[in-house]
């Protein structure tokens, strides 16, 4: 931890000198104008267009809409299924296998089957040369302890990485430019999602490398790599897991970073009427030297502050607007049959179409959830699980809570808050908007929103938007991190330049301007889809087949109990 503190304080005072003898011209400003070409390369590069449309959406749509239909609309099947996995339902035969447990003979027998702990020892005396599901007791027994982490905290994890400022500013932003229709195609774009969602997940669990110490590596990377070897293309499965390596650590750097700080100082500059031209600065520097703390220890550490940080303040979101929504339910109906006509007759300015307003909600949805962009399976892929569709099922629910729960209130919110006529929807192409003749963008839209219902709920929504930045930043620092060591290695000297580079990007956030971060960010996000989507539709039929095996082995053991 020592070092640790030492290297940030190595890289960071330098930045504090240049701060100090530039302030007075604007640091803020300097680091944007630096950052702004950076940004528009990337934009212009990821999101060009086939007949007017950006490529990487229509592969988008289609490959969601695609695993949809295969999986016969998991995203609606297996719901429950996928709660009753997250809440521990099937953890026995997760830990031991279904037939050593609940098949003819089954140790189970005459235990309480629902506790692992009482047949574990019944497992443990088992022969060496029984083989159970194709593999001996000792790979069983091995394969029991792989993962670092519960189905609880690896969703709380990844969720934390996806439930960020996208939800508060993003849909501010989708508002702002395409109007209320943009709620509409988010909702369809989350729950097209989910599918996706649970596509790679489960591979990211299926392909995954263990390490010695029982570190779990996976990811795109590992079923890029090694799925597409056993399908007899094993070079283009290492050019792609590179493509998508180095993707996620832009995006990491960007979505999951630079964009969670930028609007972290946004409400911070607000609430406490910030104008100096280094505020943003300053403010980079505090956060980054939070999240290094946190960062260091790994995904254990990570997934232990996630794990009580993610529920605690989407719960006091979600509260928040739900009295807001509610005591206005006079206009409820209202903003939804505004949401669905705007959705295909739209008036915002500069929209102007169909077509305009769903590629604004999609971007923002897509950008919100990550659903095919793969990054959420490296923190699945660190489940305690020996079936890998267990955690593809659990990783479902994420666009669902993020997209279609949590989006959506944000924007019922902005929506009855308009009624009002505080702004034109089609801001000034830019996500900014007037309001009372004040240019608020993202988070301060919403904010705005939030003032009107709640009293003090500027002190409220900063608090929300500094802990979804936090959560999120660290979240994507292990996807980082992930991608960064199965690039350079899994040494600590490389993981140290990792770190420090993402603080880097917390401070370049925090202190360019909005336009100039999200068009960087999108772009590294989206640029992940790429590659991703070549190990999705190579490896798809696997996650039937491990699909089959776990809705096996659960049925297995509903008969057993009810036979008991």
Not at 89 to 104: P, Q
Not at 145 to 151: C, F, L, R, Y
Request: hydrophobic share 50%; proline share 2%.
């Amino acid at each position: 931890m020592k070092k640790y503190l030492l290297s940030l304080l190595t890289l960071f005072l330098p930045l504090l000198t240049f701060a100090q003898d530039t302030a007075e011209m604007g640091i803020d400003e300097q680091i944007n104008e630096a950052f702004a070409p950076v940004s528009n390369f990337f934009s212009n590069l990821i999101f060009f267009e086939i007949g007017g449309i950006p490529f990487v959406l229509i592969l988008l749509v289609f490959s969601a809409t695609f695993f949809t239909i295969y999986f016969g609309f998991p995203n609606i099947r297996y719901f429950w299924r996928a709660i009753q996995t997250v809440r521990g339902k099937y953890e026995d035969i997760e830990a031991h296998g279904a037939k050593i447990l609940y098949g003819e003979g089954g140790v189970a027998q005459g235990q309480d089957m629902n506790k692992v702990d009482d047949i574990t020892e019944h497992v443990e005396s088992l022969s060496d040369e029984l083989a159970i599901d194709g593999d001996i007791r000792d790979t069983i027994r091995d394969e029991s302890t792989d993962g670092e982490v519960s189905h609880f905290q690896a969703l709380a994890t990844a969720v934390s990485g996806t439930v960020g400022n996208g939800n508060i500013a993003g849909v501010a932003l989708a508002i702002a430019l395409g109007g209320p229709g943009a709620t509409f195609w988010m909702i369809i774009c989350g729950l097209l999602g989910m599918s996706t969602k649970f596509v790679e997940c489960t591979l990211g669990v299926q392909y995954r490398d263990v390490g010695e110490d029982g570190t779990v590596y996976g990811g795109p990377m590992y079923y890029l790599s090694k799925g597409l070897k056993e399908k007899g293309f094993a070079t283009l499965g290492k050019v792609a897991a590179v493509l998508f390596a180095i993707f996620c650590i832009g995006g990491s750097f960007g979505g999951g970073n630079a964009a969670q700080s930028n609007q972290a100082t946004i409400v911070l500059k607000d609430l406490f009427s910030l104008e100096s031209t280094a505020a943003g600065f300053w403010i980079g520097v505090l956060l980054a030297i939070l999240v290094g703390v946190i960062i260091i220890g790994g995904i254990k550490r990570i997934a232990s502050v996630t794990e009580k940080v993610v529920p605690f303040m989407a719960i006091l979101y979600i509260v928040a607007c739900i009295y807001i929504i509610f005591s206005n339910y006079d206009l409820i109906d209202d903003a939804v049959n505004l949401i669905v006509t705007e959705a295909f007759n739209p008036t915002a300015i500069g929209v102007g179409s169909i077509i305009g307003v769903l590629l604004v909600g999609f971007k923002r949805a897509a950008f919100s959830n990550e659903a095919g962009a793969g990054s959420a399976s490296i923190a699945h892929s660190a489940v305690k699980t020996k079936y890998s569709a267990s955690e593809g099922l659990v990783a479902l629910l994420e666009p669902f809570i993020d997209t279609v729960v949590i989006c959506t209130m944000t924007a019922l919110v902005i929506i009855i808050f308009n009624f009002g006529g505080f702004f034109e929807y089609g801001g000034d192409g830019a996500g900014g908007v007037l309001i009372d003749g004040v240019s608020y963008e993202g988070s301060g839209i919403t904010s705005q929103a939030f003032a009107q219902y709640i009293p003090y709920s500027n002190v409220f929504l900063t608090i929300a938007v500094f802990l979804f930045a936090v959560s999120t930043m660290i979240s994507w620092s292990y996807y980082g991190l992930q991608s960064w060591k199965y690039l350079f290695g899994r040494g600590k000297t490389m993981d140290m330049v990792y770190k420090l580079l993402f603080c880097l990007f917390i401070i370049i956030g925090a202190a360019a301007n909005m336009k100039s971060i999200w068009d960087f960010s999108d772009a590294m996000i989206f640029a992940m889809i790429f590659p991703n989507m070549i190990g999705l539709f190579f490896l798809f039929p696997v996650v039937k087949k491990q699909l089959r095996r776990y809705l096996d082995a659960i049925k297995l053991k509903k008969d057993a109990l009810s036979d008991s």
